[in-house]
């Protein structure tokens, strides 16, 4: 057999390869539960971010309109927000809708009073790599997370929510 | 000859294969619509089911994925 055959298909092989994982692994690593947070006002993120989020345990929850399990997590939030918010929780919501206009129509119907923003870019939500729909991640005081929840499944990730988030604001008070 | 025909099919390939994509979780909104849904038309799925027993005594079958919000 030819030589030059021989590496012409190899060459090809190994496009055809590379194309394909390209196409499969394309995104950034999943943050994952030890590593800090991205700083958030690097993603061009539309809407009021909370003043100050150092110091602060942060829930942080990626949400759309189009995502059922979204609509069951919005009044467990509210909930947390009210129950959790003078003792230092901070909730930020950041909504991938396609459109801001999708957003704001599902905040008609689910009202909330925790910081909402848009990741209309898809920045933040790329770089965080996300498995599933919605998906939250809690942050300590220095920024680290401490547990990323993928899915809301009701009443298991309200526990799992209301533990952490005791256990991290029960240590500020304990530093205090 | 043989070259042309190697290459062309390199080249197919290299072409289909850069059409594959992972669809991101985020980036399903278009899925999660109700058209999306195999099972929106009650009506149509009972004919449907009806004319295949009728025609090829078959029935089921029908849970085959695609479209939807894939959340959770």
């Known amino acids: 057999m030819n030589m030059s055959l021989v590496k012409k298909s190899l060459f090809t092989g190994v496009l055809a390869l590379s194309v394909l994982a390209t196409s499969a692994f394309a995104g950034g690593k999943p943050i994952k539960v030890g590593d800090t947070f ?6 061009g993120l539309e809407g009021k971010l909370p003043a100050e989020l150092k110091g602060k345990v942060v829930l942080l929850d990626f949400w759309a309109s189009w995502c059922g399990p979204c609509k069951e997590s919005f009044p ?59 998906s939250s991640f809690v942050l300590g005081t220095d920024g680290k997370v401490v547990a990323v929840h993928k899915g809301f499944h009701g009443k298991d990730t309200v526990k799992e929510y209301e533990t952490e988030i005791e256990k991290l604001l029960s240590a500020v008070v304990a530093k205090q | 000859m043989k070259r042309k025909i190697l290459a062309l099919t390199g080249f197919a390939t290299v072409l289909l294969l850069s059409g594959c994509a992972n669809v991101k979780p985020w ?13 929106r038309d009650p009506l149509t799925i009972s ?10 005594a078959a029935s089921g079958g029908r849970g085959v994925g695609g479209g939807g919000c894939g959340c959770n």
Do not use: Q
Not at chain 1, 38 to 43: E, G, K, M, N, S
Not at chain 1, 84 to 102: C, H, Q, S
């Open chain 1, 38 to 43: 991205p700083d958030l006002t690097t993603f």
């Open chain 1, 76 to 134: 467990v939030m509210e909930e947390l927000h009210k129950k959790y918010a003078d003792k230092g929780l901070v909730i930020l919501a950041v909504n991938v809708d396609e459109t801001a206009a999708a957003m704001k129509d599902f905040l008609k119907e689910h009202p909330a009073t925790f910081a909402i923003v848009h990741d209309a870019t898809k920045k933040l939500v790329g770089t965080a790599n996300i498995s599933s729909m919605p």
């Open chain 2, 27 to 39: 980036e399903r909104s278009t899925l999660a619509d109700y058209t999306m849904r195999g099972d």
């Open chain 2, 47 to 56: 004919l449907s089911e009806h004319m295949w027993f009728s025609r090829e």
